[in-house]
């Protein structure tokens, strides 16, 4: 019986949970200790989850069980701390970048190395009308992330933003649409639009600001979202993927994903009381799911 042939392959290290702390104006750090001795430290704290995926010329570790090029993935991880340590952390980006370029000079056998970064944002907790410098509060629930491809010709870095719950409850419609005789929805043109938006994007390329363009991109969706007149999620998907593309030009591409999070009205007539459009309930599932990618 003849050999089955691989098509494709991949491994890596998944879920690299990694916390740097840089700590500025802290004489503590001198001695090795972590507790403050100063008033006026300031620490800057990044949270990321990383993953590693090496694709190459790895076939004899499966067919044959020949290990002699297969880098461990527990190095892997092990590179993560220890970059970290020795070079800082930074945006996600440039981080992945780092690894990426770290891998591929050093594993002949490696043609690509997929890089992807999801950053837990935290902000510095406000005491009075100051920013404390040792504590911090987690964003969210929205993260950044980001996606950096690394081969022998270069990078192609890819970012965005996943979990980001946004609502209107205004400018919103859905009509106009086929019925059948398992249509039940009712026509609206005042409905509330809410959603948990995927959006990444790719760069045109990778000598750019990218924490700023990175608060950019996000600003611009949010004003978009709620400026719209919104036709249909579709309709608004489209007018934000066009917002960002027509205003910043570093952003070649940008996909986005929207599920729809049903708001829908209580009938209060069943309880004696005047319908209003004001009082709904929310569900989670089913929910309608829209995606496209625009490009330049």
Same mark, same amino acid.
């Given at each position: 019986m003849?050999?089955?042939?691989?098509?494709?392959?991949?491994?890596?290290?998944?879920? @690299?949970?990694?916390?740097?702390?840089?700590?500025?104006?802290?004489?503590?750090?001198?001695?090795?200790?972590?507790?403050?001795?100063?008033?006026?430290?300031?620490?800057?704290? #990044?949270?990321?989850?990383?993953?590693?995926?090496?694709?190459?010329? %790895?076939?004899?570790? %499966?067919?044959?069980?020949?290990?002699?090029?297969?880098?461990?993935?527990?190095?892997?991880?092990?590179?993560? %701390?220890a970059?970290a340590a #020795?070079?800082?952390?930074? $945006?996600?980006?440039g981080?992945?970048?780092?690894?990426?370029?770290?891998?591929?000079?050093?594993?002949?056998?490696?043609?690509?190395?997929?890089?992807?970064?999801?950053?837990?944002?935290?902000?510095?907790?406000?005491?009075?009308?100051?920013?404390? /410098?040792?504590?911090?509060?987690?964003?969210?629930?929205?993260?950044?992330?980001?996606?950096?491809?690394?081969?022998?010709? /270069?990078?192609?870095?890819?970012? /965005? @933003?996943?979990?980001?719950?946004?609502?209107? +409850?205004?400018?919103?419609?859905?009509?106009g649409?086929?019925?059948?005789?398992?249509?039940?929805?009712?026509?609206?043109?005042?409905?509330?639009?809410?959603?948990?938006?995927?959006?990444?994007?790719?760069? +045109?390329?990778?000598?750019?600001?990218?924490?700023?363009?990175?608060?950019?991109?996000?600003?611009?969706?949010?004003?978009?979202? =709620?400026?719209?007149?919104?036709?249909?999620?579709?309709?608004?998907?489209?007018?934000?993927g066009?917002?960002?593309?027509?205003s910043?030009?570093?952003?070649?591409?940008?996909?986005?994903?929207?599920?729809?999070?049903?708001?829908?009205? @209580?009938?209060?007539?069943?309880?004696?009381?005047?319908?209003?459009?004001?009082?709904?309930? =929310?569900?989670? $599932?089913?929910?309608?799911?829209?995606?496209?990618?625009?490009?330049?």
């Amino acid at each position: 019986m003849p050999h089955a042939a691989l098509t494709q392959t991949s491994y890596g290290k998944s879920r @690299i949970r990694l916390v740097r702390v840089t700590r500025h104006g802290d004489p503590s750090t001198s001695s090795g200790s972590s507790r403050a001795t100063s008033r006026g430290d300031r620490h800057e704290l #990044r949270d990321f989850t990383v993953a590693i995926a090496f694709e190459g010329s %790895y076939d004899t570790s %499966y067919t044959e069980g020949d290990n002699r090029d297969v880098l461990p993935t527990d190095t892997m991880k092990n590179t993560v %701390y220890a970059l970290a340590a #020795r070079e800082g952390v930074g $945006e996600p980006e440039g981080f992945g970048l780092l690894l990426g370029r770290h891998f591929i000079e050093r594993n002949p056998k490696l043609t690509r190395v997929n890089v992807d970064l999801i950053d837990h944002l935290w902000g510095g907790i406000t005491v009075g009308d100051r920013e404390h /410098g040792r504590a911090f509060v987690r964003r969210g629930p929205d993260t950044r992330t980001a996606r950096v491809v690394t081969d022998r010709d /270069g990078a192609a870095i890819t970012a /965005g @933003i996943a979990g980001l719950v946004i609502m209107k +409850t205004a400018h919103s419609a859905f009509e106009g649409y086929p019925r059948d005789e398992f249509t039940t929805l009712p026509e609206t043109n005042d409905r509330l639009f809410a959603t948990s938006m995927t959006a990444t994007w790719t760069y +045109t390329d990778g000598e750019i600001e990218f924490a700023s363009t990175f608060r950019t991109v996000r600003q611009t969706l949010l004003e978009a979202f =709620a400026e719209h007149d919104s036709l249909s999620v579709q309709h608004t998907l489209y007018a934000m993927g066009q917002s960002v593309l027509d205003s910043i030009d570093v952003v070649q591409s940008i996909s986005l994903e929207m599920p729809n999070r049903h708001h829908l009205p @209580i009938d209060l007539t069943r309880l004696g009381l005047e319908n209003r459009n004001e009082v709904f309930v =929310a569900t989670d $599932e089913p929910h309608g799911l829209i995606k496209a990618t625009l490009s330049r």
